[in-house]
């Protein structure tokens, strides 16, 4: 079993999480949007697996790079 | 009676630079997973092209007056041609003393070396197939003094920046004056997981500052392409690195007193694109995908692009439309809205004076909201960086061709504009521009009223919703503020006929532009 970390690739403000930790997801399935420069930017998938943790809330402030989910794979 | 013996001599010679620093070097070499200079050089240039010269350099071993072997001077160099055009192409040869610096009456290589004066002379590309770390300080040893840096400097690979293309591939682990030399070029690139670049390497850095790091945590390209920016491309093997010194080449002319090379172009200029028509998103906040918008306009698979993983809310790439070189600056909205930051104002700059330098017409598509704002922004001097990009920009003479294709605002958005061309401003129907986004602009402008207002949201709301009523692209282009506004699917065809126009102007400005060259 494998965990892979979601980073966001800009920094912002988490506007809206759209899945769960225990839901299932697979490369490219977009866990949350940031709002980053008044631009939705979907945080993609990693990873193929069940989502262990989503370590952010809405409206939190995240830095680029952060890690905001992880997979377990 | 004959010259013999002394023409066998040249072929024992020439035997003995062929075997490089020996069998055993050469082993230990490749099980590092690199190749040797002599294959590197016969891996990127055209087959049976290369006509070394300097060949017998070295140190010559004597028994009794006879000659035993001549241990090879650390560099190979010539002239070859790559894709039929000559080429200057050196490298340092790792395997005798890792490339470090002979003392000959002429330098070979390296900053002032023979290659270097061969491109100058001879108006030709030079290629650095860098892997060395220069000096050593067991040289003292061998002069019996010290030597003054910069005795051999860097004037000659500055001036080339002005005159030829120069191109630097890190092959081994670059660092002193070969890793300054692979920054004095106009494009450069490195090997993921093999080469590394830094001023001074681990032992300097930890007497320096106790940090024990590794040569990759040090300077491989996470940190040197993607991190800092200060090489341009990383190639994930050798083989794939010639692959791209050989594309990036294709699009420069053999020196700036001549134009780019055109290709026959198989792919219609009339080619009109229906996703076009729908790949900018109705919802202003929502991003797409600027590179596939770019390639849908562009000859079909010409796009090359440079410092992809760095500075990345622009996308900078040379291309080819109806077979010519164009470069391409497109904003890149999944990136803070495509915002220019340091790095992208950077990125930005030295394409620009890349394309002006060799004749390369630039083509911006544009979708910018500004300058990076925040407090992380002005730490980073956001400004000063952003204002020498639209610095650099004002001066640029190649024509220049501004397509907006969403927001076109500030200072950023000024950066944009061909003005020293005819200013020539052509948009999409999703374009918008002013001098800065309407959300902030309403903030600001409008603040009192916002904060007196009963319901203060709503009423920003409504400000800005009667604001943009004003920011219809058809308004501006009524006044001719902007000078078209088109089908997103005629893009194509559109700009390859003032590509093609703009040709006639190119002739006419061929030459040195710079009297430094491009800045590193």
Redesign the interface.
Known sequence: MSTIEVRTSVAGMVWKILRNPGEPVSVGDVLMIVDSMKMEIPVESEGTGTIRQILVKEEDVVAEGQTVAIIEG | MSWRQEVDEIQLRRKWAEELGGAEAVRRHHEQNRLTVRERIGGLVDAGSFQEVGKLTGKGHYVDGKLTKVTSAPYVMGLATIQGRPVAVGGEDFTIRGGTSWGGDRRKGGQGGFIEDLADQYLIPLVNLIDGSGGSVASAKHRGHTIFPGVHGFERSVSLLARVPVVSAVMGTAAGGPAGRAILSHWSVMIKNSSQIFAAGPPVVERSLGQKVTKEELGGSQIAVDTAGTIDNVADSESECFSMIRRFLSYMPQNVWELPSVLNCNDPVDRREEALLSIVPRER???YNMRKLVELIVDQNSVFEIQSSFG?SVITALARINGKPVGIIANN???????MNVAAARKQSHFIELCDCFHIPLIFFVDV?GF??GT?AEASATLREGMRCVYVGLQATVPTITVVIRKCYGMAGMGTCGKNDVDFKIAWPSAEWGSL?V?GGVAAAFRKEIQNAPDPKQRQAELEEELRGFASPFLTAEAFAVEDIIDPRETRPYLSRFIDAAQVRLKTQVGPKFKAGVRP
């Open positions: 906040r929502s991003p990345r909205p999944v990136v803070y809205g495509g915002a909201p990076m704002v992380a986004p959300e």
